[in-house]
Structures are given as structure tokens and as C-alpha cells.
């Protein structure tokens, strides 16, 4: 015979068989006595069988010893998932004593008993469990009624598998979906509990068990319910409410409840569906308490692959919310009886259920409360893609292994479709459907929408199906591209100790020069004595001091300590290039020195009696508000200069290089802002700041997986912190992310308790502060995007703020004016319009502006700069008055260089010479290097006709860098009126 060639062998089908094993009862009561006959009954879906009858022994023990076998197709999902949610049934009957006359025995239940198979699928391959038998009553009711403690029946079974369900590789890449449905609130009025003994009420979920196959997820059905008493409601039950099993089909009592799961308090903000918000709350309190509602409290357990998580990840991606089917099917006789039709199928709505959260990194949890709306099976197919169109009745209303209704939410795709189209109302009314463009419109369904009725679903997964960084791994990933930094031991000589060094050695120079002076003259306190005399001494003085070789031993002996000070104080450690900048730094080394001698020796020869020394100005948040000061007048090489003083005085504190990171993005050095928040996270990597503005500089230079860590460590670190979840979101969005960003608002806003704004605007505002214009930009768009049509006052100065910043005052000023319409009595407002006005040179609009800004009684913010800029103008308009009187406000609250030289050129121009004088000698104390200081101190001396202070001065003001043409025009023609001033002439 011919061998047949060409077909391909058949595969072979992998199957398991599960193994049940009744061994034994105990506890067993029947009708009459302890004396029983009994048998069980194994259902799973189907009969699989009962056990022999057998009598309870002495022991009390009934023996069985029954097998009954389920064989698992290991390629079939479908078979898989039966596995995760069905219920081995146990029914106990007693078999009852024959009577005479009777042609058959008679029977009578003991109770019901349930096994769950799930174990199997999270690697066991056999397990012994006591299967309680429920009867009507229960031990704990027992107890509670009668006090007596009351063994409930038991079975003894034992579960084997002849081959492992799942391998260990399938069980670490499935996963195990729960469908847990609650109640449908807000009912149509005519919805009356009396409708329970004509309709059922059922609500259907398609899921996948792998790439090929869908489950229709039916939550069994479901009854109508009167309100709760008064004062009980699902936030805060008085009760337990057990779940139910969904494949309880045929079990009553206490058996049909899952042990361990019940219905949980419900916690509006933490809901992810379309009732969440605080506007919510009254109506859903309402609903839950004072009206009827259609109840399920069910619980489905899914099984899924590997494939069929990725499906599930794909489908939620595409499509963030999926259909939920609620019907109502009426309990006709053909309906009882097996033979339905789309006439039993009614008020067909659909609830759309946001799914999204389950792609958040580390999420397994999603709960919400859904709007229902009518069911329009085009815009169901065209929202959840991968349903086909009608449907094949793969659902079951009554229970999944029940025999009444069918009706699927996607059914398996294998048996051809998904989504059922509502019914047709066999009369045709009307009311009940119309056509509208060619589609049938469900109008009966409507009565969802006008009573706003709402279904509370429950989605968790086992594990996420998003894995999320672990704090500790995020922060060893920081620490990995910044390594941490132990503190830096504290600099035993930095500026302040230079300097203090340089007193101490002067006092010690002065004192040895002071004992050779009482040694040579004597200690007479002579006052009559003539400066011919006086200048004769000296000359000895200095005469014996250089020829004995102690003027020599007197200058090294300070030496080291100016040393410390060139390094310390002027942070020169480097050669110099040119002769013109040796002689310069010795100037101004010069300057120092003196003036710092002259402290040193009052100390020494001070007549009256010694006080506490005012402490330095020059502290931390001193240099601070004199590099903002800087910045504000655009002075950027100033305020750079006092951002490296502030972080020479100490280089351990990271707020220090926080600081001058931000002012390097102002000056769009991106690469230096980097090495400054580098150096912050060397110091302390949980610094929040640190994290996200460095996270931003990688954004910047576009190291996208960098950037998402830092951001992402920041959450962890502070995971209430608003503004981290905030950025986080918006680069999600940088990198359409939509799943993530969503996740990271939603976040924010939780953390987020301000009222009258939102997490964009307020953002947008810190990171403004911050120079970080592109993440401000994005957080603007989202504020757009989120109230189009209410843009607030606070959204158009953000922008306006915005556009300052970077240079567009032409818009600025136009976003800036609308803020203006819609609050005019906002000082913010006209604060910033000022400021735009004060940039683009229109001086007398920007005072105008500004002097509206302080006449209100509620102060704008950052008054300070605000009167400093006034100032400024009145000094350019020649208001010298004016002038002198809001630098001395600006320098009541905070002095500085800047306010102090305000003041002395007021008063300079107002001819007021002392005043002026003592304004500026407090200006040079607070900044020394400042050209206009020493120029106006050189004009006061020659209006005062102090020619070699006049030099000096003028001398300093050059050698700093007085680039002002026209002060140094009127310092020379000064000059040439009085004759003097310049050493040079």
C-alpha cells in the first residue's frame, strides 16, 4: 500500500488532568439525628459525578473515597481562565430512611460547599483542603443566636494534577486579572424593586486571555435593592457587604460569598472614573444612601498569558476606556425557558470604564465610578477597535456556566464577534428607536443619561503591567551618574579667617612698634608736644627700625596673612598676563589692606571703651540679595561675581551652587548650570531642586533616559511634592507619553491644596523663577488646554511674565493688558506692566505704572524691586527728591550697594554734599569695587575741596572700570573748574 504523503501531521494537544478526590466527611447532621446516609454531588460547570452512600461511622466519619477528573486543555486559554474563576460545587445530600408505601427513596439537602482551582495556576501541582458544607445557617449565626458553638460539616478533598499547569517561565510572565462590579446608582424612577420579578439586570466586560482569544466578563446578575437605611452609606458602611462569586450559578446562602473579599469604603479623590471630583460628592452621597440601586457586589477572576498582557497593554494604550455593557433582559416564559430573543433585551447603555491607570509604572489597582450612556454600536466599535460587529452570545446573564441569557461585550473572537447590538423592541415604537442619519439611535436608553446613572467598577491586577523603578534603584542610578560626595571638611582658612588673621597680625606688628617707641621716647603723654617734634620721633623711629633689621621681621611677619587674603579674599592663585592688571589687583590689594589696618589698629588704640563689632554684611543672604539686585539691573558679571563670593565663603552648601545653577541657565549657560546642580546632588542627592533642574538641563541637551531618572527620583524622594509630579508629567508629554503624563497630573493634583489655581500655573511660576522657560512654556499649553474657555488673570501674567523673560515685550505687554481687564485692581499686574515698560525705555509710562502699583493698600509682590526701578526713573527725570526718598524706603528694607549709591547721588544732586558723602561710604563698604561709588566720591571731594581724596578716588573709579561716559565727562569738567583731581593733568 501506498503511504499517503502531503498532510501534515496533526499536533499533538497538551492536556492535564486535574484530579478530585472526596475522601471523607465529618460533622455530618441530618434530618432526623446523627444517624445519616448521605452523598455528594461534584459539579465544575458540568456533573462530574457523585460519590457512593455511605452512613456516618462511629467516629463520625463518612467515608467516600471518590474520584472525579477535569481535563485542562493547556493550549487553550479559554480552558486556562475556567480554571481561574470556576468552582468545584460540593452538594451533600442525605439520603432519608424509605418509607413503607414509597416507591423511591426520598432525599433532602445538607448544604453546599465550593473549591476554588485557582492555586493551580500560581505553581502548585497538588494541595489537601476541608471544604466547608454550607447549610441554611451558619455556625457564626448559631453562635450569635443561641450562644452554642456548632461544628460546621466538612469534606476532605484532595486536588492533583497528572502535569503542571502553567511552567515556572508562563507563571512568571502571566498575570491574574480580578473584575470586581459593585452597583448601579441613580436609577430611572420607574426602576422599583417590584421590576425584580419580571427583568434581570446585567452588566458584561470584554477582556483578553491572550492575542487571539476575549473573555466576555459578566458580572451575574444583578437585583434591585432599596436604599440603605438612613445614615448608612457605601463611604462609610456600618456593615460588611461579602462579594459574591460570579460562578455561583445554583448555590444559595453563605456558600455564594467569597471568604476574605468584601465591598470597600469608597474614597472619592482616589477614584479614576467620571464622579471623582469634589462637585461630585453631595449627588453620589445622595445616590448611595437615599435611593434604590441595582447590585452585583461580584468578583471575576481572570487567568492571563503572557500574550495576553501584551494585548491588554496594547488595547488600553490605543483605547483608554472600554465599553462596560448594562442591560436589562425581561423574564418572559420563552426566557425562562431557554428561547430568547433580542425582544427580551432592553435600556441597552454603555459605561465607559478608564482603564488607563493600569499603565502607570507600578499600578495594579483601578477603581470607577462610570457615567452610563446609551449604547450606539458604532461608536462602540469605533472607540474599543478590536470589537467586531454583532455578536455571538458568549456571555451568560445568570452566571457564565448558567443556561439563561447570553450576550457579549466582545465575546471570543474565535466565535466570531463582540459587541451585541441592542435590542429591537418587537413592536417597534417610535419612543423606543428612531433613525438618525442611518443609525439606529437607542432612545430607551436615554433614561440613563437623564437620571445620571452610575455603575462603581473594579479592575486589579496581580502585578502591573508597567514595572516600577524602585526608589532604591532610581537613587543608585543617581548616584551613578553623580557620584556622592562626602562633605567637604570646612576650609580653615577662608575670607573671614584671612582677614581676621591680617587684624591679629597688625595688632602684633603694632604693639612690638609701640614697646621700640616707649623704649626710644618713654611713655610721656605730653599733649603740648609740636609736630616738628612729633615728625622727629617718627623719623628716628623708622630710621632704627630699618637699620636694626625689625622692619624687615616686621613685614614677614605679616607676610602669610596677606598671602591668605590675595588667595582667600581675591581668589588670585594664578600669574598675571599683563603689567596693567598686576598694577591694578596691587591697587586695589592696597586699598584693602589699608582700610582693613586702620580697623586692625583702632582695636589697639582705641580710647573709648570697646563694643561689640556689628557683625559682617557680607553674609550668605546678604551676597544673595546683591546678585538679584545685579540680575535685576542686568548686571550679570556683578551678580555672577557675588554668586562665587557667596560659594567661596562655603563650598559645602548646596543651596549655594543651587543658586548659581539657576543663574547660569538665566545667562544660557546650560553646560556650567549642569556642573553647579551637579554639584548640589554631590552634596545632598535628596534635594529635590537639584534633582529636577538638573533633570532639566539633561533635557536641554536632549539625554532624554537621563533626564526621566532624575525626574523620576524626585517623586520618589518627596512623593508629595506637586511640583515633581508636575514636571514629570510634562515630559511624559515631551515624549508622548500620554499614559504617563496623565498618571503624573493626576498625581500632582492629588498633592496639590491650593485653591483658585492649578498645578500648571503654579508650577509655571516656580520654574519661572527658576529660568527653566521650555518647562514653563509646556506647563502653559496645558493650562490652555485645560480651560480654553476660562483662561484666567493668573494664566495671561504667567505668560506675560514668560515673554518678559525671554526678551518679547511687545506680547508681554499685550498678554499683561488683558490680565489688566480682568482684574484692574490687581498690583501684580500693574507691578509687571511697569517692568515691561521700564525694559523697553518708557520711562514715564513705567513710573506712571509703578506709582499706581504702590498707592494700593495691598502690596505687589517684590516691592523692593519695584522701588528700586521707580527710583531709578525719578533719578533719570531729574526728580532728585523724589528720588531720595524711595531709595531710603528700599534701603530701610534692604540695603545694599545699589540703594546707598541711589541715595548719595540724590543727595549729590540736591547739593547736599555730607549726606551724600556718608550715603556712599556706606555704599563702598557693602561693594568696594563699585566705579560709580569711587566716581561719586571724587566728585563730593572736589565740590569739598579735597584734592588728594579727590584723586584717590577718581584714580580707584578708573582703575575699577567706570565705563559711564557721562559721569566721567562731569567728573573731568569738575575737575578743570576747581583745578585738581586728577594726579594725571
Request: hydrophobic share 35%; proline share 3%.
Amino acid at each position: 500500500m501506498a503511504e499517503k504523503t502531503g498532510a501534515p501531521p496533526a499536533e499533538e494537544k497538551r492536556t492535564s488532568t486535574i484530579q478530585i478526590k472526596v475522601i471523607q466527611a465529618r460533622n455530618l447532621k441530618g434530618v432526623k439525628g446523627d444517624s445519616v446516609t448521605a452523598y455528594t454531588k461534584v459539579e465544575f460547570g458540568k456533573s462530574l459525578g457523585e460519590t457512593n452512600k455511605s452512613e456516618v461511622g462511629a467516629d463520625g466519619v463518612t467515608k467516600f473515597n471518590f474520584s472525579a477528573n477535569i481535563e485542562v486543555n493547556l493550549d487553550d486559554p479559554a480552558s486556562i481562565d475556567e480554571i481561574s474563576h470556576k468552582l468545584v460545587v460540593f452538594t451533600v445530600i442525605e439520603v432519608l430512611p424509605k418509607e413503607k408505601k414509597a416507591r423511591e427513596e426520598k432525599t433532602a439537602p445538607i448544604g453546599q460547599g465550593v473549591l476554588e482551582l485557582s492555586s493551580l495556576l500560581r505553581g502548585e501541582d497538588s494541595f489537601c483542603k476541608h471544604v466547608v458544607i454550607h447549610s441554611g445557617t451558619t455556625a457564626e449565626t448559631v453562635a450569635a443566636n443561641t450562644g452554642q458553638n456548632i461544628q460546621q460539616p466538612e469534606l476532605q478533598v484532595e486536588v492533583t494534577t497528572t502535569k503542571a499547569l502553567i511552567s515556572s517561565a508562563g507563571l512568571e510572565n502571566s498575570n491574574t486579572m480580578t473584575v470586581r462590579v459593585d452597583s448601579l446608582f441613580s436609577l430611572p424612577e420607574n426602576w422599583q424593586p417590584s421590576n425584580n420579578t419580571t427583568h434581570n439586570y446585567n452588566a458584561v466586560l470584554s477582556m483578553p486571555l491572550s492575542d487571539t482569544v476575549d473573555a466576555s466578563v459578566t458580572a451575574g446578575i444583578g437585583t434591585i435593592r432599596p436604599a440603605p437605611e438612613k445614615n448608612m452609606d457605601t463611604s462609610s458602611p456600618a456593615k460588611i457587604v461579602p462579594r459574591r462569586y460570579v460562578s455561583g450559578n445554583g448555590l444559595a446562602g453563605a456558600v455564594v460569598n467569597i471568604p476574605g473579599s468584601s465591598v470597600e469604603p469608597y474614597l472619592y479623590e482616589e477614584e479614576d472614573g467620571d464622579l471623582k471630583t469634589k462637585e461630585h460628592h453631595s449627588f453620589r452621597k445622595e445616590s448611595e444612601s437615599d435611593k434604590v440601586r441595582v447590585t452585583w457586589n461580584t468578583e471575576r477572576n481572570l487567568f492571563l498569558l503572557q500574550s495576553a498582557t501584551d494585548t491588554l497593554q496594547d488595547r488600553i494604550a490605543k483605547c483608554r476606556t472600554w465599553p462596560l455593557e448594562i442591560f436589562r433582559s425581561s423574564l418572559s416564559s420563552g426566557a425562562k425557558k431557554g428561547k430568547e430573543d433580542d425582544s427580551s433585551i432592553s435600556c441597552h447603555g454603555v459605561a465607559w470604564i478608564n482603564l488607563a491607570p493600569l499603565l502607570y509604572p507600578g499600578v495594579t489597582r483601578v477603581k470607577c465610578a462610570a457615567l452610563v450612556h446609551p449604547y450606539i454600536e458604532s461608536e462602540v466599535l469605533e472607540r474599543a477597535f478590536w470589537q467586531t460587529k454583532r455578536s455571538v452570545r458568549s456571555g451568560t446573564a445568570s452566571g457564565e456556566d448558567g443556561q439563561a441569557q447570553r450576550v457579549s461585550s466582545g465575546g471570543s473572537r474565535r466565535g466570531g464577534g463582540s459587541a451585541k447590538k441592542h435590542a429591537k423592541d418587537s413592536k417597534k415604537t417610535a419612543k423606543e428607536s428612531d433613525v438618525i442619519e442611518g443609525e439606529t439611535k437607542n432612545s430607551e436608553a436615554q433614561i440613563y443619561s437623564e437620571a445620571r446613572s452610575y455603575i462603581v467598577v473594579e479592575v486589579s491586577l496581580e502585578k502591573p503591567l508597567v514595572t516600577k523603578r524602585l526608589p532604591e534603584e532610581l537613587a543608585a542610578k543617581v548616584a551613578e551618574y553623580i557620584p556622592v560626595r562626602s562633605p567637604l571638611t570646612k576650609h580653615q582658612c577662608g575670607a573671614d579667617e584671612a582677614v581676621s588673621d591680617y587684624h591679629k597680625q597688625i595688632v602684633d606688628v603694632a604693639n612690638l612698634i609701640l614697646a621700640e617707641y616707649r623704649q626710644r621716647f618713654g611713655t610721656s603723654n605730653d599733649v603740648t608736644t609740636t609736630p616738628d617734634v612729633t615728625e622727629g620721633r617718627k623719623r628716628a623711629l623708622v630710621f632704627d627700625l630699618n637699620s636694626s633689621g625689625k622692619y624687615f621681621a616686621f613685614k614677614e611677619q605679616l607676610k602669610q596673612s596677606v598671602v591668605k587674603i590675595v588667595r582667600e579674599k581675591f581668589f588670585k592663585t594664578s600669574a598675571f598676563k599683563t603689567d596693567e592688571e598686576l598694577q591694578q589687583f596691587l591697587s586695589e590689594l592696597y586699598v584693602f589692606l589699608i582700610r582693613e589696618m586702620h580697623k586692625g589698629v583702632s582695636g589697639v588704640f582705641s580710647l573709648q571703651t570697646s563694643t561689640t563689632p556689628l557683625p559682617s554684611p557680607l553674609d550668605s543672604k546678604s551676597l544673595i540679595h546683591f546678585a538679584r539686585e545685579a540680575e535685576l539691573n542686568q548686571n550679570y558679571e556683578l551678580a555672577a561675581r557675588y554668586y562665587q563670593e557667596r560659594l567661596a565663603m562655603d563650598q559645602g552648601s548646596s543651596e549655594s551652587w543651587f543658586d548659581y545653577g539657576s543663574f547660569s541657565l538665566l545667562v544660557g549657560n546650560v553646560s556650567k548650570a549642569g556642573e553647579c546642580f551637579r554639584e548640589c546632588l554631590a552634596i545632598g542627592q535628596k534635594c529635590v531642586m537639584g534633582l529636577l533642574m538638573y533633570g532639566l538641563v539633561c533635557l536641554l541637551e536632549e539625554r532624554h533616559d537621563v533626564a526621566e531618572t532624575f525626574f523620576e527620583d524626585a517623586t520618589c524622594v518627596d512623593p508629595t511634592n506637586y511640583l515633581a509630579w508636575t514636571v514629570l508629567g510634562l515630559f511624559y508629554d515631551s515624549r508622548d507619553n500620554d499614559i504617563g503624563a496623565e498618571m503624573a497630573f493626576i498625581e500632582a493634583n492629588k498633592h496639590y491644596k491650593e485653591e483658585g489655581s492649578s498645578i500648571f500655573l503654579a508650577s509655571g511660576d516656580k520654574l519661572l523663577s527658576l529660568h527653566a522657560y521650555s518647562l514653563v512654556e509646556s506647563a502653559l499649553s496645558h493650562e490652555l488646554l485645560s480651560s480654553p474657555k476660562t483662561l484666567s488673570q493668573e494664566y495671561y501674567l504667567l505668560l506675560g511674565k514668560l515673554h518678559m523673560a525671554t526678551g518679547e515685550l511687545v506680547e508681554a505687554e499685550s498678554y499683561v493688558r488683558q490680565a489688566t481687564v480682568l482684574n484692574h485692581t490687581n498690583p501684580a499686574a500693574w507691578a509687571l506692566l511697569g517692568h515691561i515698560l521700564y525694559l523697553g525705555n518708557e520711562m514715564t509710562g513705567a513710573r506712571d505704572h509703578y506709582e499706581r502699583t504702590l498707592s494700593y493698600q495691598e502690596p505687589a509682590p517684590d516691592t523692593h524691586s519695584i522701588r528700586l526701578r521707580l527710583a531709578s526713573i525719578y533719578l533719570q527725570l531729574q526728580q532728585y527728591g523724589a528720588a531720595k526718598n524711595m531709595f531710603l524706603l528700599a534701603c530701610r528694607d534692604s540695603p545694599s550697594c545699589i540703594t546707598w549709591l541711589g541715595v548719595g547721588i540724590s543727595c549729590y544732586r540736591l547739593g547736599e554734599l555730607k549726606e551724600s558723602e556718608q550715603a556712599l561710604a556706606e555704599a563702598n563698604i557693602l561693594n568696594n569695587t563699585d566705579p560709580e561709588v569711587w566716581g561719586y566720591l571724587s566728585m563730593v571731594c572736589l565740590k569739598t575741596a579735597r584734592k588728594l581724596e579727590a584723586e584717590q578716588s577718581y584714580k580707584y573709579a578708573v582703575r575699577v572700570g567706570l565705563k559711564d561716559d557721562e559721569l566721567l565727562s562731569e567728573i573731568r569738567n569738575t575737575q578743570r573748574e576747581v583745578g585738581f583731581g586728577d594726579a594725571g593733568f
